[in-house]
Nanobody, 125 residues
Framework: QVQLVESGGGLVQAGGSLRLSCTAS????????MGWFRQAPGKEREFVAA????????LYADAAKGRFTISRDNAKNTVYLQMNDLKPEDTADYYC??????????????????WGQGTQVTVSS
């Protein structure tokens, strides 16, 4: 079984930054792609960013490009999401996820078998 624990959320003013962390246990973390998704109140969960097992390949949603950076430290079993220039529309619960099936398309929520409990990000205007 895999456990994913997110941290780093909080309240920040527009234009500010936050770094989310997600630490995994229970699997060989370094083998698997990881993703970040978010869900705002009343909206569906949406893709934010993903990173392949070795960090060589990253993917971003259009809303995240140029502002967010996904990275990972396999020695620490941790994936990060650095979020800069935050906007009120970034307000959401952010979830990390682990793809244990070596999926080709890792922008889909369905590619991920394991999810964290989420961390809340609130951006005030």
């Amino acid at each position: 079984q895999v456990q994913l624990v997110e941290s780093g959320g909080g309240l920040v003013q527009a234009g500010g930054s936050l770094r989310l962390s997600c630490t995994a246990s229970g699997r060989t973390f370094s083998l698997y792609a990881m993703g970040w998704f978010r869900q705002a109140p009343g909206k569906e969960r949406e893709f934010v960013a993903a990173i392949r097992w070795n960090g060589a390949s990253t993917l971003y949603a259009d809303a995240a490009k140029g502002r967010f950076t996904i990275s990972r430290d396999n020695a620490k079993n941790t994936v990060y999401l650095q979020m800069n220039d935050l906007k009120p529309e970034d307000t959401a619960d952010y979830y990390c996820a682990l793809d244990s099936s070596f999926s080709v398309n890792i922008v889909r929520a369905g590619a991920y078998e394991y999810w964290g409990q989420g961390t809340q990000v609130t951006v005030s205007s």
